[in-house]
């Protein structure tokens, strides 16, 4: 049953469809933010698109035209864009909803700590594996990110993210597993592994988890910007 052209796009589908029923709910009003929202999935998605297209021509990663309905943006499958859209809403939904329902920000207390480590370990595996590029380029942007986040900004969210993101793991390691080969016969997204650690949460390369962890981070941040505008 799962091997289709159209199961790409039914993850997508599958991603996005519970959050954007629930957008409408009365408690969480998710719709009241969608100009934010796709602003910041805009700004984010050009860049990393952007940043898809590049490694793709480079055969950093590619994709399995068997699970592919064969409309593409340039070198990109139409799916694969949609993915910096359906993700995005999806995640920052539950971001939105953990606020809601759990009043306390438990880890504003360590935010600084617990940037400062992300910072220093990404710093530390862009600089011994400069030769690979997937992690140097994830883990360099990231660690420069991170770094801004810890000596420059003063924002008080990123610990509501940290929280939030450790439950995102969940449904991502379903939808990603899939997209690299869990329960089908090839993966939907193929890995050059000359490229990356050739470490593996299952099927998934350990990098996607930093790569998903950098976009949504900077999703959250100009969500949280656009929406913080509105009341100034």
Known sequence: MLETPYLYLGLMIF???????????????????????????????????AWDMVFTNMGIWGFNPDYLIGVNIINLPLEECLFFVAVPF??????????????????????????????????????????????????????LYLGYMSYFSKATWPSRFYMAYLVILIPFLIVNGVLTGTGIESPIVWYNDAENLSIRLGTIPVEDAFYGFLLLMGNVHLYEYFESRKTT
């Open 15 to 49: 991603t996005i469809a519970v959050p954007l029923i629930r957008s409408f709910e009365h408690r969480i009003a998710y719709y009241k933010s969608f100009d934010s929202l796709f602003l910041s999935i805009a700004i984010m998605g050009s860049v990393f698109i």
């Open 90 to 143: 999806s995640c920052v939904f539950i971001y939105r909803v953990l606020n809601y329902f759990i009043a306390k920000d438990y880890l504003l207390a360590y935010q600084k700590r617990i940037t400062n480590f992300l910072f220093a370990f990404s710093l530390a595996i862009a600089v011994f594996h400069y030769d690979k590029w997937y992690p140097f380029v994830t883990f360099l942007l990231l660690a």
